[in-house]
């Protein structure tokens, strides 16, 4: 235990707790079959839908969905495109490193909130190539053009990111109009931010740890973007949410073939705070390795965010000042590759 690089210890009270989690309650589980198959009179049974899918963005922040229409075979092929990946020497993941100017690519040592994560990464942008602001500055009006790099030994990852990445929009879309049609706005009111989006999928790798009750595979945090669709490892789990009524860490147990989604903090601005974006983590194993595909599903880089205009009135005023979601995204880059000794950009900084 020695050995343990301190960059990776969590303070005392952000370690998990030793396995009394609480498993008896999960989060909501929406089955979806009836957006595929409503015959027109039964679209009552859509507006049930729509109610369970708001009242689980209110109460939890976070949902699984299963009858998703998402390919099984698409997910098994992902899944094991990312073992085949993970599983390959250091230097050659190393060969597609993300750095300072791509953020697409293999990466070993993320921080979360200035604590390293026990984990390893493949990023890959949706959209390729995707257009960002060069720098964070906020006078800055110079873009750049970002690329994928794909590891040479393993075209099939490529192939498969790709297959996934078609898979998530759709289903990425689907819930968006819900989510729309949710807070009684029109069912496609928020599909114009995405014509240039900045979505991404994630690889993520959780190698067995040595010290599980010191370490987070992702410490406490909350997901910028709109929403995240996740593929959580079917047999290993670890992802924690923090359950909004008492705080509490509640572990999401594996649903064999379902979706977790989880409301970022762009509902919750786009919301007023209606729907929050509630706080998770990643708790690792002694033994086992854990594998999870995250698609994050985010908007232009010139979106403005900011309350909607028709959920905001005078008893209900608008609860944030307009960001700029590309430098959004370029200030808080700066803080995945450095321990800095200040809180990372959040969106509680364009409070009112
Ligand atoms: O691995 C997981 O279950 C969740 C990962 C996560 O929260 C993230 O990558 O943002
Ligand atoms: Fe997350």
Redesign the pocket.
């Known amino acids: 235990m020695g050995e343990i690089n301190p960059e990776f210890i969590q303070a005392l009270e952000h370690r998990p707790k030793p396995d009394t989690t609480i498993e008896a309650e999960n989060i909501p589980l929406i089955d979806l079959s009836s957006l595929h198959d409503i015959p027109p009179e039964k679209t009552d049974s859509l507006e049930n839908l729509i109610a369970e899918i708001g009242n689980a963005c209110q109460n939890w922040g976070f949902f699984q969905v299963i009858n998703h229409g998402v390919p099984s075979n698409c997910r098994k092929k992902i899944e094991s495109a990312s073992r085949k990946f993970f599983a390959l020497p250091k230097q050659d993941k190393r060969k597609i490193s993300r750095n300072e100017i791509n953020p697409y690519g293999y990466y070993d040592t993320e921080h979360t909130k200035n604590v390293r994560d026990w984990k390893e990464v493949f990023d890959c942008t949706v959209q390729n190539p995707t257009i960002i602001p060069a720098s964070h500055e906020p006078d800055d009006t110079e873009l750049k053009e970002l690329n994928n790099q794909w590891p040479e030994n393993i075209p099939e990852l490529r192939e498969a990111c790709e297959e996934h990445a078609a898979e998530m929009e759709k289903l990425a879309f689907k819930l968006l109009e819900l989510i729309a049609l949710s807070l009684g706005l029109k069912k496609d009111r928020l599909n114009g931010f995405f014509k240039d989006q900045t979505s991404r999928i994630r690889l993520n790798y959780y190698p067995p740890c040595p010290v599980p009750h010191l370490t987070l595979g992702?410490g406490r945090?909350?997901?910028a973007g709109v929403l995240?669709i996740l593929a959580q490892d079917d047999e290993v789990g670890g992802l924690q949410v923090k359950r909004k009524t008492d705080g509490e860490w509640i572990l999401v147990k594996p649903t064999p073939d379902a979706y977790i989604i989880?409301v970022g903090d762009i509902i919750q601005v786009w919301s007023n705070e209606k729907y929050e974006s509630v706080e998770?983590r990643v708790k690792v194993n002694s033994e086992k390795e854990r594998f999870s595909i995250?698609f994050f599903f985010n908007p232009a880089f010139y979106t403005m965010v900011e309350p909607l205009e028709e959920l905001v009135n005078e008893q209900n005023p608008s609860k944030y000042k307009p960001y700029s979601w590309g430098k959004f995204l370029s200030t808080r880059k700066l803080s995945n590759y450095k321990k800095l000794d200040v809180e990372n950009i959040q969106i509680h900084h364009f409070k009112n």
Do not use: A, W
């Open positions: 992702v945090h909350k997901d995240t989880n998770h995250p």
